[in-house]
């Protein structure tokens, strides 16, 4: 299984990126994909998450800003972070689980992708 991200970068406050991650191995429309961050000294974050029926789910911190999505057809999900702020400044790890009712059976991480915001 492999779950590769890419779309990090260094953008000036108030700039966008946009996150992508592709995912090989998985039955990729069966599982809830999400994105987390880790800050400097800080604890990984769940800042957004999307089910297969495409329900989704955002840490208050990011709410209007960030939209997350899927292309079950490409086996990709993407974050588009726009309004950045310097306290967006993280490593975004993408991540896929698959739940059978409330129990997770199977939960992979990609590597992470660097996102900086200068003030």
């Known amino acids: 299984v492999q779950l590769q991200a890419s779309g990090g970068g260094l953008v000036q406050a108030g700039e966008s990126l946009r996150l992508s991650c592709t995912a090989s191995?998985?039955?990729?429309?069966?599982?809830?994909m999400a994105w987390y961050r880790q800050a400097p000294g800080k604890q990984r974050e769940l800042v957004a998450s999307?089910?297969?029926?495409?329900?989704?789910n955002y840490a208050d911190s990011v709410k209007g800003r960030f939209t997350i999505s899927r292309d079950n057809a490409k086996n990709t999900v993407y974050l588009q972070m726009n309004s950045l702020k310097p306290e967006d400044t993280a490593v975004y790890y993408c991540n896929a689980k698959d739940i059978v009712l409330t129990t997770t059976i199977r939960n992979y991480w990609g590597q992470g992708t660097q996102v900086t915001v200068s003030s």
């Open positions: 999307i089910t297969s029926g495409g329900t989704t």
């Open positions: 191995g998985i039955i990729f429309s069966r599982y809830v």
